[in-house]
């Protein structure tokens, strides 16, 4: 993903840490809907379970990318949170 677009690849992350029993995944795709809307469908949860899903719309691109930059910094804080950082699959 380049700064200024979104991504409408899937990004999937996971964060593993056996002794903290930290097994996460994390996944998430922009995409644009038949209304010319974008869409960004994100899903977590413990791998190996079901998880969930959360799927939000915007009317601008550039509104789903402050969106999109926002969960990555998120996921970028994990070593501080969960004591792992997530990597890409």
């Known amino acids: 993903m380049t700064p200024n677009?979104?991504?409408y690849t899937a990004?999937?992350?996971v964060a593993r840490n056996?002794?903290?029993g930290v097994h996460r995944r994390w996944r998430m795709q922009a995409a644009r809907d038949l209304f010319g809307r974008f869409t960004v469908e994100t899903a977590w949860g413990?791998?190996?379970a079901?998880?969930?899903t959360?799927?939000?719309s915007f009317?601008?691109?550039d509104?789903?990318?402050?969106?999109?930059r926002a969960l990555l910094r998120r996921r970028a804080s994990a070593p501080r949170r969960l004591g792992v950082r997530y990597l890409a699959v």
């Open 5 to 7: 677009t979104l991504p």
């Open 18 to 20: 056996p002794v903290r």
């Open 46 to 48: 413990r791998i190996g």
């Open 11 to 13: 990004i999937e992350l």
């Open 59 to 61: 009317a601008a691109e």
């Open 63 to 68: 509104e789903a990318l402050r969106y999109v």
């Open 54 to 56: 959360l799927m939000r």
């Open 50 to 52: 079901p998880g969930r």
